[in-house]
């Protein structure tokens, strides 16, 4: 298990704050602190939820620009925008899942807001040892009475190059998911396998479609008759889930007909992965040349 960053070393993103400013939680318009009790869920669990990350009126800055993308506004070139549940050339008026990678490569304004802000003071407390910068974002919508927009049970790792392919010794991850709507149980929030991500090990992943270029989506096997723990993860809008890349994690479908579920992803890995990566033409675009299914072995 990875060593839990000691209290002291949080002040790598902390500035000097008044004394009736509170311990944990916004600081300042730029630091979010956590909690030792929340660290340690992470790292134990594999992921977990913090509260009330950004204000309302942040929010609200934030969904005007992903409805943009959502709309088309902001164009997203070939399959980086795409329905994560569906096959490639799926007619958007029958998509569930919208699914944008990258937007603030495509559209560079979006880049360095508020929310990448206080994601990275973060995962800094969460690998102080660790120079953790920013690998890619995603923007993603479950449609409103969509109850097949299903995210299957996998590993992120799984759709990731191993240490061994990247040439580097540990693949430490956070990824944050921002409730831009409350995300409920109804609604297809986060669900993931408790402490599946402790050994390090990748499950046998196998593609929902023939192959990964007729759809994405990779799929594995849970068991809870077999020791896996499911639990749920419930946000409210402003609050984020901050997950493992090893954890073993899926949502089910939108059962609300009048509710959405947007969801804004950030990833934080360390500096060396980030690099490694790009040396091979690795750049979670959709759109890569690089060969998805030559990672790992067990994707079968």
Same mark, same amino acid.
């Given at each position: 298990?990875?060593?839990?960053?000691?209290l002291i070393l949080f002040l790598s993103c902390i500035l000097p704050v008044s004394c009736n400013s509170p311990k944990y939680g916004r600081v300042s318009p730029t630091e979010y602190i956590l909690t030792p009790d929340q660290i340690k869920e992470f790292h134990l669990n594999g992921?977990?939820?913090?509260?009330?990350?950004? %204000?309302?009126?942040?929010?609200? %800055?934030? +969904?005007?620009?992903? /409805?943009?993308?959502?709309?088309?506004?902001?164009?997203?070139?070939?399959?980086? &925008?795409?329905?994560?549940?569906?096959?490639?050339?799926?007619? &958007?008026?029958?998509?569930?899942?919208? #699914?944008?990678m990258l937007p603030t490569k495509y559209h560079t304004p979006f880049a360095n807001n508020i929310y990448e802000k206080l994601c990275s003071c973060i995962a800094r407390q969460l690998f102080s040892n660790l120079e953790m910068t920013k690998d890619?974002?995603?923007? @993603? #919508?479950?449609?409103?009475?969509?109850?097949?927009?299903? &995210?299957?049970?996998?590993?992120?790792m799984g759709y990731w190059p191993s240490a061994k392919v990247l040439g580097v010794k540990e693949t430490s991850t956070c990824? &944050?998911?921002?409730?831009?709507?409350?995300?409920?149980?109804? #609604?297809?929030? @986060?669900?993931?396998?408790?402490?599946?991500? @402790?050994?390090? %090990?990748?499950?046998?992943?196998?593609p929902l479609g023939e192959t990964r270029n007729d759809a994405h989506a990779l799929t594995i096997d849970v068991d809870e008759s077999k020791g896996d723990a499911i639990k749920l993860?419930?946000?409210?809008?402003?609050?984020?889930?901050?997950?493992? +890349?090893?954890?073993?994690?899926?949502?089910?479908?939108?059962?609300?007909? /009048?509710q959405q579920r947007r969801t804004y992803v950030v990833a934080f890995r360390?500096?060396?992965?980030? +690099?490694?990566?790009?040396?091979?033409?690795?750049?979670?675009?959709?759109?890569?040349?690089?060969?998805? /299914?030559?990672? +790992?072995?067990?994707?079968?």
């Open positions: 298990m990875r060593k839990i960053a000691p992921c977990c939820t913090i509260p009330d990350v950004l %204000t309302s009126e942040e929010v609200d %800055t934030i +969904e005007t620009t992903f /409805d943009k993308f959502l709309n088309g506004e902001i164009h997203v070139p070939g399959k980086d &925008f795409c329905d994560m549940s569906k096959a490639f050339g799926t007619p &958007f008026e029958d998509w569930s899942i919208v #699914n944008c890619y974002d995603q923007l @993603l #919508n479950k449609r409103p009475g969509k109850t097949d927009a299903v &995210f299957p049970w996998h590993q992120d990824t &944050f998911s921002l409730a831009v709507d409350d995300s409920t149980e109804k #609604n297809g929030c @986060l669900r993931y396998v408790v402490g599946s991500h @402790l050994d390090k %090990t990748l499950r046998p992943h196998k993860a419930p946000v409210l809008r402003g609050s984020v889930t901050i997950h493992d +890349e090893y954890v073993v994690h899926s949502s089910s479908g939108n059962y609300s007909t /009048d360390p500096r060396k992965v980030v +690099e490694a990566e790009r040396r091979i033409g690795f750049t979670h675009s959709h759109n890569d040349e690089t060969n998805w /299914d030559t990672f +790992e072995s067990s994707i079968q």
